[in-house]
């Protein structure tokens, strides 16, 4: 019963979260366009030497998700922050656990579509084309990085939420957490694309199954511990 509700609490968070997005478009009108223009000027930077471009095209592409992550997360919790809303959430008799899984959910639906639009991007720009034998490997990688930048954003937005330098404090505990991760997804999207001479599908899956492993951490430990954060916000 108790996972029932939770799921249920899960899923009422995140459409409140979805439809306030689809009606402020702040996702669409800031950090979409922020994403874009990150991968723009890595493209300037280095059009010099197109092969390097191609090469590092990887890592510039999850650089741009995880800042547009930073921005996501800390929209997330201005929403809950704002008139004093986090104390309805506090008082509604919501599970914690599915509090912290639909605010996740939300992030990660946004992160999802900037993904597949910065895909595009990155085609045009770097000129990248990914190869047949890779498209599992990069689905699997996308998934796992989306999921786990989700998660432990959520997790260090829900802490920070509650300080008043919130917007600098979440940076500062997230994005050493996420530095694996964007190591781990280039590793992954380089061998997925085959930017790299030599380097074939398969040696790309042990950095896959390490960003599983991240992803599926950090959401235990949000479900584990963000009642107890969301009370102490």
């Known amino acids: ?66 800042f547009a992550t930073v921005l996501a997360v ?40 900037l993904e597949v639009l910065l895909g595009v991007g990155v085609v045009v720009l770097y000129d990248t084309r990914l190869r047949t034998s890779g498209v599992l490997l990069l689905a699997v990688t996308a998934i796992a990085v989306t999921v786990g930048l989700a998660a432990a954003g959520t997790l260090y937005g829900g802490l920070a939420a509650g300080t008043r330098v919130r917007e600098t404090l979440l940076p500062v505990l997230f994005l050493p957490v996420a530095a694996p991760v964007l190591l781990g997804a280039a590793r992954a999207g380089e061998a997925a694309l085959g930017v790299t001479p030599g380097l074939a599908v398969g040696e790309g899956w042990p950095w896959a199954r390490l960003l599983m492993v991240f992803a599926v951490i950090y959401t235990a430990i949000g479900i584990l511990s963000f009642g107890s954060i969301l009370e102490d916000t």
């Open 1 to 66: 019963m108790a996972g029932i509700t939770m799921w249920r609490d899960a899923l009422l968070v995140a459409g409140k979260d979805l439809r306030i997005e689809a009606r402020s478009r702040v996702a669409t009108m800031q950090i979409l366009p922020f994403a874009v223009l990150v991968i723009v000027l890595f493209a300037f930077g280095l059009d010099s030497d197109r092969r390097v471009l191609r090469q590092a095209t990887p890592g510039l592409f999850w650089v741009a998700v995880l």
């Open 74 to 113: 800390q929209r997330s919790f201005a929403l809950e922050v704002a008139d004093r809303g986090i104390d309805g959430l506090r008082v509604s008799g919501l599970d914690g656990a599915g509090v912290f899984l639909g605010k996740a959910a939300a992030v990660a639906a946004q992160l999802i579509v």
